[in-house]
């Protein structure tokens, strides 16, 4: 026991340490954190003096490069004093092949600033791969009583850095006995390759030991064999990579297995580790599992957990990706960069607060004892994002209140940019002007006190259902914290005094994270170690499973270089002694093929790791979908063993999956479409296990889909609900927009009114809402007027010009953020729908003039029962229209003028529709426009009109199916509120009006020529005398104004013209019913209305569109028919399952019923 004690066991690194303990160095370790901000001074500091590196060096990620060459360049013995930039130069001037090679010389004098640089911010701190080199030269010193009298044995796991080879040298120079063990065969044969980079190593060790006369023994005999000849993983270890074949049987010792992708690897994995544990007796502890890629970690967590497999993950992670890190990234985002998508990002980290009150969500997460904040919900993360994609909010708009509208929505999304940005506003100006220093305490105290960093922590550790703590969670969360809590410290020492900008404090702060990892130690004491094919070292595998062993990944690719390419790199090795480097280290640089024979050699160490079994898996198909060829290793291992065979991983039965209940589900599950007796015992396995409504609903979904098939070209698009979901998800109270949908497709109204998926829109002003802003114009315009006529009728083009850009501003201010201040195109767009504006104002002062109707209600709201006083319209007996436009005189309005009329009021509510089962669905919606006329038999007649940017025409047969039938219904809604008032109100008919610009402004008499033209109100007029009587002198009247214009030129117009003028003008027959035939198109278009209506409180939402044709109608009297669906244009035509193929053509229909009568 007293000897034991005298054993010591030492890394390179800890003994290194120990030796310049010894020799007085007080120097603080280096760590990755200190040495990622040393080499950004670093940089910063020789920004000026680049060359070859000065555009890189503004790269993100530069320094990390640099750290890595600095590493390879330390490891192979060259510091900063080799690296002399003016003896570089000097040999560089005399050599020819270095001429040739210029850049490379540049850039090597850039890193060797770069690094003089470094080392010399480096001297106040101790680095690993320094502390190897000056412990070496300690050693020289024979100051060191470390070794005195001591026998040192020496085990190498892959080869030494040429630091170490430094090292090694001094020690074989004053030690006593050094015993150096290597995995190698020293005897020239075919595998030759494979230990090359150690024999070399061996070689300069031999060779430098015969220098000094040291007594030296290689032995290669007598060495215990840790597994016996004979035996398919010892022929494997003594055959790989050479032309060897093996006379023994693979057995089950070595198999091969091929996946489709890396998912069925994994899955066959654990599925494999489960039957090795539970049927032939092995310890999870003996197995490891080495993946070629790192990607494979994350799959595994969820795999070896769906079996209920204890787990060491022994791979690095970095905390770059760690939702923590995340949100100090992006606040360091949004206050070196400001933005609408920084701060969005910031808040979609989850980490941050608002100051609680009663309205507060109920899912939020309090974040103090005090209640005194709450932590953002998804909807109010989605409220305020979905505000500013609304309002088209630039970073300018997030600085001042939200005052756009008052709905609760834009209140949470003000109280959320209150909360949020106002702070980090603050904060920014506190930066201003600041050292790092200043800036690191002001981040991390803003991130404690006012975001409640470490509250938000404590509850994303607790379990969403219990509230109980997530032991795991919490580890994994305080580990993070601990390592950001030394970041930022390290940052504030190293900073201080250092004025930065915050994109370089960002660049720091991301370099440092990218750096970091997270060490886990294990959590159970029998465990299958899962880490990489290079690094991860383990003892006492019986089993290891080499995932991934696909081309270019098994082996493994070399280490990088750095800033150097290999190219470069090769080129430096070769050329040490020309560039007037130390003798020394001469070829201490890996060549390629070095580099190469080591990757060999530690996928040779990978496979030979296991005494017992070796399992090699590869798969077709990589993370990302990208193709992937077996190694070269695999074929190899077949030419060793010819009898050995490939197996698909997909040839192995349930019973080999299914080796926990959670595995169980998954095969069933995937095997929704079977009918095999394996599906059926797995049932009947999982019936035992207590997962009877398990199987019971995948069964149910399976059946559904089996009818669904079944019917399939019978019932294309066909969908149900059940009726509790159809009464929960839809409303008895509907728009006419919305019953409209209904006729053309019941499933597209689901998804509109019963999933209510609504597609976000931006209110910016751009071409697509010329339309809209037209219509507040003619809205607000003809609203002022309304009572006043006389007035309206005196209105210029200049005075209508006007009016329309002063509401076009107020409808950008209402509608949009209202920014457009110096935006030239803006101004010039408005100035165009201006004139537009006042093109159709010009047409609606001349059909006013010929007609009766006068305008009374705009956006008229039919949702409540209410009655609404009808103003009076004052004018006068001439109606002046201004010369510069059109001047005339209302000839149907000679007489007096009359005296005032007595209050008359409209009665308004929703269209009520009673259905067979005797409930009733009401339909409302808001009107653009009613126009009315009054008889002197008091009678009124009423005319709803809706505005289109371009000409809309009314087809009776269409709105028989349910076309069109918007504006119906509200005719139908006003006609039923007003059945008893004391003056009765008639349907006058429905109209479209034009709203783009008609051209008016070419011509003073073109106004008259567009109401003969496309540009009049087209739609249904209902016929009976009052209504005849009002369309023939609203005709004859604009006839005549016509006939008057074409006789001032000389011109005389034929009776055929003016028959063709008085078509045009008046409704066509199919268009303008009499009273009875009006009755007759409410009945059938109601009736459709209630037909439907059952249908979808029942739940049927199948997709059968209707497919109809339509008039375009053209300023230049010309029609043109076109065929639409309700499939053009559909959001939700990729998922109804019809895809056009099962549609209701009206057409085809009225053929159909042609043909029978």
């Known amino acids: 026991l007293t000897r034991l004690r005298e054993i010591h066991i030492e890394t390179f690194s800890s003994l290194s340490k120990k030796i310049l303990a010894e020799a007085f160095d007080k120097r603080i370790d280096a760590d990755d954190t200190i040495k990622n901000i040393l080499m950004h001074k670093a940089v910063r500091e020789q920004k000026s003096a680049l060359s070859s590196l000065a555009r890189q060096a503004e790269k993100a990620g ?63 701190y101790l680095d690993r791969l320094d502390a190897i080199s000056e412990a070496a030269k300690a050693l020289s010193s024979e100051k060191s009583g470390i070794f005195e ?95 060897k074949k093996s006379c023994v049987e693979p057995q089950e010792a070595i198999e091969i297995i091929h996946a489709a992708d890396i998912y069925e690897e994994i899955d066959y994995t654990a599925a494999k580790i489960k039957e090795l544990c539970l049927d032939k007796g092995c310890l999870y502890r003996e197995i490891a599992v080495l993946c070629a890629d790192s990607s494979y970690g994350k799959h595994i967590k969820s795999a070896f957990e769906k079996y209920d497999i204890p787990y060491f993950l022994d791979l690095p992670e970095q905390i770059l990706f760690q939702p923590l890190v995340n949100f100090f990234l992006a606040l360091l985002n949004v206050l070196r960069d400001f933005s609408v998508d920084n701060v969005l990002s910031l808040i979609k980290t989850n980490f941050m607060s608002k100051p609680k009150n009663a309205d507060s969500d109920e899912n939020g997460e309090v974040l103090s004892s005090k209640a005194s904040r709450i932590s953002l919900s998804k909807k109010d993360i989605d409220d305020f994002e979905s505000y500013i994609f609304e309002w088209n909010l630039q970073a300018k708009h997030l600085k001042k209140v939200f005052n756009y509208e008052n709905n609760s929505n834009d209140l949470s999304a003000e109280e959320i940019r209150a909360a949020v940005v106002e702070p980090i506003l603050k904060l920014k100006k506190r930066l201003s002007g600041k ?70 404090y960002y660049r720091f702060f991301s370099d440092i994270c990218a750096g970091t990892v997270l060490a886990k130690p294990p959590q159970y004491q029998d465990c299958v170690l899962v880490g990489d094919i290079d690094r991860t070292r383990a003892n006492g595998i019986k089993t290891a499973f080499i995932l991934g062993a696909s081309y270019e990944k098994f082996p493994t690719s070399a280490d990088g270089t750095g800033v150097f390419s290999d190219s470069e790199a090769e080129f430096l090795r070769n050329n040490i002694q020309e560039l007037g480097l130390s003798d020394l280290c001469l070829h201490a640089l890996k060549s390629a093929k070095e580099q190469y024979c080591l990757s060999l050699y530690r996928a040779y160490k990978a496979i030979t ?103 399939k070209l019978k019932d294309i698009g066909a969908h149900r609900l059940s009726c509790e979901t159809a009464k929960r998800i839809f409303d008895r109270n509907l728009g006419a927009t919305s019953a409209e949908k209904l006729n053309l497709c019941k499933f597209r109204y689901f998804c509109e009114f019963g999933l209510k998926i609504k597609e976000k829109r931006q209110r910016i002003f751009n071409v697509g809402n010329r339309g809209n802003a037209v219509h507040y114009v003619l809205q607000k315009i003809l609203e002022k007027y309304c009572s006043e006529m006389n007035a309206f009728f005196s209105l210029s083009r200049n005075d209508f010009i006007s009016l329309a850009l002063f509401y076009i501003e107020e409808f950008c201010r209402l509608e949009t953020n209202g920014d457009f201040d110096g935006d030239k195109r803006a101004k010039f767009l408005f100035y165009n729908l201006a004139n537009a504006a006042a093109d159709v104002l010009i047409t609606l002062q001349a059909e006013f003039s010929a007609r009766e109707y006068r305008p009374k209600f705009f956006e008229l709201n039919i949702s409540n029962e209410t009655e609404m006083v009808i103003s ?104 039923d509120a007003n059945l008893n008032n004391e003056t009765k109100v008639l349907p006058g008919g429905i109209s479209y009006i034009p709203s783009a610009a008609s051209g008016a402004i070419e011509d003073k008499i073109s106004a008259f020529r567009l109401l003969s033209m496309n540009h009049h109100p087209n739609g249904l007029y209902v016929r009976d005398k009052n209504t005849d009587l009002e369309a023939q002198k609203y005709a004859d009247f604009i006839i005549g104004k016509i006939t008057e214009e074409e006789k001032n030129v000389n011109n005389v117009l034929d009776e055929k013209t003016l028959k063709s003028l008085m078509k045009s003008i008046l409704p066509d027959g199919e268009n303008s019913p009499d009273t009875e035939e009006f009755m007759l198109l409410r009945v059938e278009c109601l009736a459709l209305v209630q037909s439907n209506l059952p249908e979808i409180f029942s739940g049927n939402i199948s997709a059968l569109p209707l497919k109809y044709s339509e008039n375009i109608l053209g300023v230049d009297v010309k029609n043109t028919k076109k065929h639409k669906c309700a499939c053009d244009y559909c959001r939700f035509s990729l998922i109804c399952g019809n895809n056009g193929k099962n549609v209701l053509d009206i057409e085809n229909n009225l053929k159909g019923e042609s043909e029978n009568e």
């Open 62 to 124: 530069f320094c990390k490069k640099m750290l890595a060459t600095v590493s390879m360049l330390k490891s192979a013995g060259l510091s900063s004093n080799s690296l002399d930039e003016t003896v570089i130069r000097k040999n560089a001037d005399k050599n020819e092949q270095l001429k040739n090679h210029i850049p490379i010389v540049e850039k090597l004098c850039d890193v060797s600033k770069i690094q003089a640089s470094y080392e010399g911010y480096m001297s106040r």
């Open 149 to 243: 009298n001591a026998d040192v044995y020496v085990d190498c796991f892959n080869d030494f850095t040429g630091s170490q080879l430094q090292f090694l040298l001094k020690l074989i120079e004053i030690v006593e006995n050094i015993t150096l063990g290597f995995t190698v065969e020293l005897n020239k044969n075919d595998r030759e390759n494979l230990f090359l980079g150690l024999r070399t190593q061996i070689d300069k060790m031999l060779e430098y030991a015969k220098e000094i006369g040291a007594d030296v023994q290689v032995s290669e005999e007598n060495i215990p064999r840790r597994l016996p000849d004979n035996l398919p993983l010892s022929e494997l270890s003594q055959s790989i990579f050479s032309e």
């Open 435 to 504: 050292d790092g220093a200043e800036i690191t305490r002001q981040i991390f105290s803003y991130a404690v006190e006012e975001a409640g960093i470490e509250r938000v922590l404590y509850n994303r550790c607790l379990k969403p259902n219990s509230g109980e703590i997530d032991t795991e969670l919490l580890r994994v969360n305080q580990q993070l914290w601990d390592s950001l809590a030394k970041i930022f410290e390290t940052l504030e020492r190293e900073l201080q005094g250092e004025y930065i900008s915050l994109d370089e």
């Open 609 to 711: 790791l296991p005494s017992e079994r070796l399992e090699i898996i590869y798969s077709d198909y990589g993370e990302k979908g990208d193709e992937q060829s077996r190694s070269q290793v695999i074929n190899d291992i077949l030419e060793i063993f010819p009898s050995a065979k490939i197996r698909a991983a997909a040839d192995f039965d349930d019973r080999f999956y299914c080796r926990s209940i959670k595995s169980a589900k998954q095969r069933y599950a995937g095997k929704i479409r079977d009918n095999s007796s394996e599906k059926a015992a797995l049932k009947s396995a999982l019936r035992s296990l207590n997962c009877g409504d398990f199987v019971d609903k995948l069964d149910e979904i399976r059946s559904q889909k089996t009818q669904k098939s079944a019917d």
């Open 872 to 975: 009076n319209n004052l004018e006068n007996d001439q109606i002046f229209i201004p010369e510069a436009v059109i001047s005339t005189e209302n000839s149907s309005s000679a007489a007096e003028k009359s005296s005032p009329q007595p209050e008359r009021v409209l009665r308004v509510k929703p269209l009520e529709i009673r259905l067979d089962d005797g409930s009733s669905v009401k339909i409302s919606g808001r009107v653009d426009r009613v126009d009315m006329f009054f008889t002197e038999e008091k009678c009124s007649y009423i005319r709803v009109i809706d505005y289109k940017f371009n000409a809309k025409s009314f087809d009776v047969e269409n709105a028989k199916y349910g076309v069109n039938i918007q504006m119906l219904l509200y005719l139908f809604a006003l006609c």
